[in-house]
C-alpha cells in the first residue's frame, strides 16, 4: 500500500533547493536535531562547491575509477550521491551511526542526486554501523581498487568517552594518534592503515592533526609513504565552507603506490561557496631524512631553502579567473532563439548568447562575429524572461508552444518556478570549450555575449586594465605552453577525446606575468 503523494508545489521547492548551495536535507537535519546534539555527533554537510574541488582532486590524482567507494560518517550523503555519479560502475558503501541522517539519505527525493533509480539501488549499500568496524569486517573483501571519500564526524575529543578511546586506539594500532584526538583523526589513521597498494583516501576533516602533537605517528606515516602522492588541501577559517561553523578544515588525499618516488604538497585554497574554491599557493617537499616537527608552510618552505618555486612564477588559473559552467536551460531548442524568432518578441526579453564556439569564426566574439552568426540563422538570442513576461501578449504563444511540446515537465524546467525563469549568470570576459582531441578553443567575449552548459566561461577577479588582462591570458591559453598545460588537466575519454572539469581547469598554472602579478 502506497503513502499518499507530497504536495507538487512542495516537491518543486525541494527539488529546487538540492540544485542549489545547501542541502535542504541538511537544514531538515539542523532542524529536528538540536544544536548540542549536533556538535557532539560533529557533523557538519558539504556544499556542492566543496565537492567541485574535490572532484578536480581525484580528476587529477587517481588514476583509474574506483571500484568500491566508502562515505565514512556519510551523513544525509553529500559524497554518496556524488560518487554514484562520478563513477557509475563502482560499489558505494554509505556508513553512518546516526541513525536520522541516514534516514534523510533513504528518503532523498527523486531528481539532482537520486538514489532510487534501479542501477543505483544495486549500486548503493547503505549501512548503520561504526566505520571502524566496517573497516574491520567488510573492507577487505571488497573489490579494488577502493576509495575512503567523505567528510567523516568532527567530534571532539571531549566528547568521546574512554571506552571509545580506547577501541579506536586498537583500531589504529600503530597509527594511533594521541588520546587528545578527535574522531575524524581516528578514521583518518584507520583509513591509512587500511589501505592496500591499490587503494586511494580523500577526506575533507579538521586540519589540527598537522601541527598537534597527537597527530605525529599519522604524519610519520605520511612522510615515509614515498610511493605514495599525498596532497594536502588547506581552507583557511574566514572561508566558511560549513555555513554557521567555524572549522579550520582541509582535504587530505593519499594515493595508490607507485613504483616511482611521489610528490608530498600543501596547497592553500582560496575562493567561497558561491563562486568556488581554487588553489591559490602550493609547497612541494621531497621526503628525505626525518619527518618536521609539524606539517605547515614555513616549516616545509625552510626545508625547500626558501619560498616555494611555484608561487614565484606560477599562479593557478583560479585565482585569476572565477570559473563556472553557462547556464543550464533544460531545453536550448525552445531558450535559443534564432534572429527571426527573437523578432516577434520584445526584444528586452532575448540577450545575446552562445553555445558552441565552432559556430565563431575567430577568436574573438564581437559585436559584428555575434550579428553574423545572428544572420547566418544561428540560434544565438537567450530567452531572459521574468515572472512579468507571462502576461506580455507576445510570450503567450511563446510559453503555450513550450507548454505544448513539454518543456515544462523537462527536469530542469520543472524544477524553476516558474519554469521558464531562468538563472542570471553574469556574462564572462573568455569562453573555453571543454572538450576537444588536440585541444581547447578559446575565445574573448567582448561582446559579452552568455554561454550554455556546454562552455565554460571565465571572469576575471582583479580590477585595473582587465581588458588588457583578458588579452593577454587568452594568447596564453591559446599558445603551445598554454595548450599543453590545459592537457595535462584533463581527462582522457574514448577516441581520443579529451575533457576540462571546472576543478581541473582552475588549478592550470599560469606564468605571473601573464597574470600581470
Known amino acids: 500500500m502506497e503513502g499518499p503523494e507530497p504536495p507538487a508545489e512542495l516537491t518543486t521547492r525541494l527539488l529546487t533547493r538540492i540544485d542549489g548551495s545547501v542541502d535542504p536535507l541538511a537544514s531538515i537535519y539542523e532542524r529536528i536535531v538540536a544544536g548540542h546534539r549536533r556538535r557532539q555527533l560533529g557533523t557538519f554537510f558539504t ?39 562520478w563513477w557509475p560502475n563502482a560499489r558505494i558503501h554509505s556508513i553512518d551511526v546516526n541513525l536520522v541522517t541516514l534516514g534523510l539519505l533513504a528518503v532523498r527525493p527523486k531528481g539532482k542526486g537520486d538514489i532510487h533509480g534501479k542501477e543505483c539501488q544495486q549500486r548503493l549499500k547503505i549501512r548503520q554501523q561504526d566505520f571502524l568496524d566496517w573497516l574491520t569486517r567488510h573492507w577487505p573483501s571488497e573489490g579494488r581498487p577502493r576509495l575512503i571519500l567523505g567528510n567523516p564526524p568532527y567530534t571532539r575529543h571531549q566528547q568521546l568517552s574512554a571506552g571509545v578511546k580506547s577501541k579506536a586506539q586498537q583500531f589504529c594500532a600503530d597509527l594511533a594518534p594521541g588520546m587528545r584526538a578527535g574522531l575524524s583523526t581516528y578514521f583518518l589513521a ?52 560549513f555555513p554557521g ?9 593519499v594515493g595508490p603506490r607507485t613504483k616511482q618516488e611521489e610528490p608530498m604538497t600543501m596547497h592553500h585554497v582560496a575562493g567561497n561557496l558561491t563562486d568556488g574554491f581554487s588553489t591559490s599557493t602550493s609547497h612541494a617537499m621531497t621526503r628525505t631524512g626525518a619527518p618536521p616537527s609539524a606539517f605547515h608552510s614555513d616549516s616545509w618552505s625552510n626545508r625547500s631553502g626558501g619560498r616555494p618555486q611555484q608561487r614565484a612564477i606560477e599562479v593557478p588559473l583560479g585565482e585569476i579567473v572565477h570559473i563556472r559552467r553557462g547556464v543550464a536551460t533544460g531545453a536550448n531548442r525552445f531558450f535559443l532563439r534564432s534572429l527571426p524568432e527573437r523578432q516577434q518578441i520584445d526584444p528586452n526579453l532575448t540577450v545575446r548568447a552562445i553555445s558552441r564556439l565552432r559556430d565563431v569564426s575567430s ?54 518556478s516558474p519554469w521558464f525563469v531562468l538563472e542570471k549568470v553574469v556574462a564572462p570576459d573568455l569562453l573555453i570549450g571543454p572538450m576537444g582531441k588536440q585541444g581547447f578553443r578559446i575565445v574573448v567575449n567582448s561582446v559579452g555575449a552568455v554561454p550554455t552548459n556546454t562552455l565554460y566561461g571565465m571572469r576575471m577577479r582583479r580590477n585595473g586594465n582587465v581588458q ?8 596564453w591559453l591559446a599558445s603551445a605552453d598554454g595548450q599543453e598545460a590545459l592537457r595535462m588537466r584533463a581527462r582522457r575519454h574514448g577516441d581520443g577525446l579529451l575533457k576540462l572539469e571546472p576543478g581541473s581547469l582552475a588549478t592550470v598554472l599560469i606564468p605571473r606575468h601573464v597574470a600581470g602579478l
Open 47 to 85: 556544499a556542492p562547491s566543496v565537492l567541485e574541488y574535490i572532484k578536480g582532486i581525484l580528476d587529477l590524482s587517481l588514476p583509474t575509477a574506483p571500484s568500491t567507494v566508502v562515505d565514512p560518517g556519510a551523513g544525509v550523503g553529500a559524497f554518496t550521491t556524488a560518487a554514484l555519479n
Open 190 to 241: 584507520a583509513g591509512l592503515r587500511s589501505l592496500g597498494p591499490q587503494d586511494s583516501l580523500c577526506l575533507l576533516i579538521p586540519h589540527n592533526w598537522l601541527e598537534a602533537d597527537y597527530g605525529r605517528p599519522i604524519r610519520n606515516y605520511l612522510w615515509k609513504a614515498l610511493n605514495r602522492k599525498v596532497e594536502l588541501h588547506l581552507f583557511s577559517n574566514q572561508e566558511g565552507i
Open 245 to 253: 561553523a567555524q572549522v579550520g578544515a582541509m582535504v587530505v588525499f
Open 468 to 475: 588588457g588582462a583578458v588579452g593577454r591570458l587568452a594568447d
Open 363 to 416: 577568436n574573438v566574439l564581437d559585436l559584428d562575429a555575434h550579428e553574423e552568426l545572428s544572420l547566418a540563422g544561428v540560434s544565438c538570442w537567450l530567452l531572459a524572461l521574468t515572472e512579468d513576461s507571462a502576461n506580455d501578449p507576445s510570450v503567450v504563444p511563446l510559453l503555450r508552444e513550450g507548454i505544448r511540446d513539454g518543456i515544462h515537465e523537462r527536469y530542469l524546467c520543472k524544477t524553476r
